[in-house]
């Protein structure tokens, strides 16, 4: 059954919707053709207008609100998607024998900051035993793939990871130790150990070390329309 539809989603179908709308479809399903045809809806409106939650109720389901900067401002939704996400996809270029050059991908657990201070800058606790600290000592260059689908804001919105709306954000730069010794070092210790904090016991004859992603180019899928390049000042700006 069907219930009132409220006033925003009457105001989008009086704009018009091509085609007719097929019988049997929930109040979700409808307010979601409306946006993906292209309906009176400025980019980003579907996950950040004010009123979305008041539609979705109508649907027999609930899905939560989740916090995420409206697709328009690029900046904000790249700084978002590193500050909530714990592990992302690092590809680096390969020294493995037989592969050499190819690309190489490996999961990698990262931090931006402690819970109360985001910095935008990647980093990460390496030890010189695994493959992608081989390569990036040889070539730094590498590119960190982070997606919201890690959590559970695209699932509980019936969003495929590739859907565009379940954002993902590619950091391209080079990978560079933290200097030992410095502020730092102390600080990426506490970012990594405070998102992480079974890193503390992992075994000290590793030789751990701390890294960080010097960021160049950001590329961002966050919305229909294509891939947003953000401008990197702009991202740093953004946590302002």
Do not use: Q
């Not at 980093?123 to 982070?146: G, M």
């Not at 919105?157 to 990978?175: M, Q, S, W, Y």
């Not at 075994?203 to 961002?220: G, R, S, T, V």
């Amino acid at each position: 059954m069907l219930y009132s539809i409220p006033l925003l989603f009457l105001a989008l179908v009086s704009k018009g919707v091509e085609g007719k709308w097929p019988n049997g479809k929930n109040i979700l399903d409808k307010y979601n053709f409306v946006v993906e045809t292209g309906n009176s809806l400025e980019v980003g409106a579907l996950r950040d207008h004010k009123e979305r939650n008041s539609v979705w109720k109508e649907s027999h389901h609930h899905i939560p609100l989740v916090n995420i900067p409206p697709a328009k401002d690029g900046a904000k939704v790249a700084r978002y998607i590193v500050r909530n996400s714990e592990w992302g996809s690092l590809a680096s270029i390969s020294t493995v024998e037989g592969i050499e050059s190819f690309p190489f991908t490996d999961v990698y657990s990262i931090s931006d900051g402690p819970l109360n201070n985001s910095t935008g800058v990647p980093y990460f606790y390496v030890t010189p035993l695994d493959l992608t600290a081989k390569n990036i000592e040889e070539d730094p260059r590498s590119s960190l793939s982070l997606t919201l689908a890690e959590g559970h804001y695209c699932e509980e919105n019936n969003f495929d990871p590739e859907d565009p709306r379940c954002a993902h954000v590619v950091l391209t730069g080079k990978i560079v130790k933290v200097k030992t010794g410095t502020d730092e070092e102390i600080f990426a210790k506490g970012a990594m150990f405070s998102r992480h904090p079974s890193m503390k016991s992992w075994p000290k004859d590793h030789n751990w070390f701390f890294a960080k992603l010097e960021i160049k180019k950001i590329c961002l899928l966050d919305y229909f329309g294509g891939v947003k390049m953000v401008n990197v000042d702009d991202y740093f700006h953004s946590g302002d």
